[in-house]
């Protein structure tokens, strides 16, 4: 088409029936009317059912979760009690290593021979130091 009130034309009737197909789509002819029961379509009702036991089961599975919670719990405050009564052990074994080695610093030194009076040999360090490499560069 080359003539111009052609080209304007056809652009105003696409431009109408666009307007008029959105108009049908809105108006949704395919939708059921409100007064209909949508309890008649089989696909709904099977749906609904299928909600009903869903909802049925995460209450059961709630209630699954709630009782392990409050078993986890009990088990944590038993298990923290058995926890502190093990540092107060070992604190009071601690102790009583410091009170027993206090106890043999301060006890009087019986001869006074050479041997005893000697220095304490020396403790061994073991260091974990680089191993020396030289490389040669040109």
Known sequence: MTSTPGRFYTTAVALVVFFLF?????VRPWAQP???SASSDP?????????????ARAISVQKIIDRRWANYRTALVKRK???AAQKA????????AQQA???????????SSPARLSAP????????VPPVTATKTS
Do not use: D, F, N, Y
């Not at 052990?89 to 009583?96: L, N």
């Open 22 to 26: 959105w108009a049908v789509i809105a």
């Open 34 to 36: 409100q007064g209909a």
């Open 43 to 55: 696909r709904l009702i099977a749906l609904q059912t299928r909600e009903k036991r869903l909802q």
């Open 81 to 83: 009690g058995q926890i």
């Open 89 to 96: 052990a070992q604190q009071a074994a601690q102790q009583a």
């Open 101 to 111: 080695a206090r106890q043999v610093v301060q006890q009087p030194v019986a001869s």
């Open 121 to 128: 040999a020396p403790s061994v360090k073991i260091t974990s």
